[in-house]
């Protein structure tokens, strides 16, 4: 890619993944997602935060904000990330296989590569499951004016952890099977799937009851 997906516009943005480019897909897409619930836990935080109401709950504030503010970092990151790793397995399925010395070459590069697009979404799966864990917590605190971007946050948390693990899962059986990588991530997701449409009902629960 020529240009950062971060560094675009929105417009531009989209533009991108409605094209016939493989790259950026579901993978990007989902860490952006997870990106955006982040701000917006973030957001609500600055919205409540030096209100006399939240008084009592400054040093919960405190701690989401900046939890929140480095998971927004982490899952803008890895917009870029997933991508770069995709795009690095389609270049080395492109590589020459005529002698036995270039199909190793390009085997070793092709697995390293396929482990970083599992990485990268699972990585995306798990910072997008601490989000939604913030949004659960600012539910009840936050600024009831602002309660219903956190119901959107935790929408969109649980979506990018779905997404992420269908990339993982896609990923998964080009994982050759003694990787340590294939074992730990089928773990990973089956600990992060566990409980998750519970979660997420509970956020939407919390919301609905203070919106009334």
């Known amino acids: 890619m020529d240009t950062r997906l971060t560094e675009l516009s929105v417009g531009d943005l989209v533009a991108r993944l409605a094209s016939d480019a493989p790259v950026p897909g ?9 990106s955006l619930a982040a701000a917006l836990v973030h957001m609500v935080v600055e919205l409540t935060a030096g209100r006399s109401e939240a008084a009592d709950d400054e040093a919960a504030l405190a701690d989401i904000r900046v939890s929140a503010a480095g998971l927004q970092s982490e899952l803008t990151r890895l917009v870029d990330a997933d991508a770069a ?9 492109r590589l ?29 799966a798990r910072h997008a499951s601490d989000v939604l864990e913030l949004a659960k917590r600012m539910a009840p ?13 935790a929408l969109l948390a649980a979506a990018a952890i779905r997404g992420a693990i ?13 990787e340590a ?16 449409d519970e979660r997420e009902r509970s956020v939407r629960d919390a919301v ?3 919106i009334g």
Do not use: C, F, H, K
């Open 208 to 210: 609905a009851e203070r």
């Open 26 to 34: 579901g993978g990007s897409a989902s860490a952006l997602a997870g």
């Open 166 to 178: 269908l990339n993982v899962r896609i990923n998964l059986p080009y994982v050759v099977n003694d």
């Open 96 to 124: 020459p296989r005529d002698s036995d010395l270039e199909r190793d070459a390009r085997r070793v590069q092709l697995e390293a590569a396929i482990r970083e697009a599992t990485r990268a979404p699972l990585a995306t």
């Open 141 to 153: 605190i936050g600024n009831r004016n602002a309660v219903s971007d956190i119901g959107v946050a």
């Open 85 to 93: 790793a995709y795009a690095s397995v389609m270049a080395a399925r």
């Open 181 to 196: 990588l294939r074992t730990e991530a089928e773990a990973e997701v089956t600990r992060l799937l566990a409980g998750l």
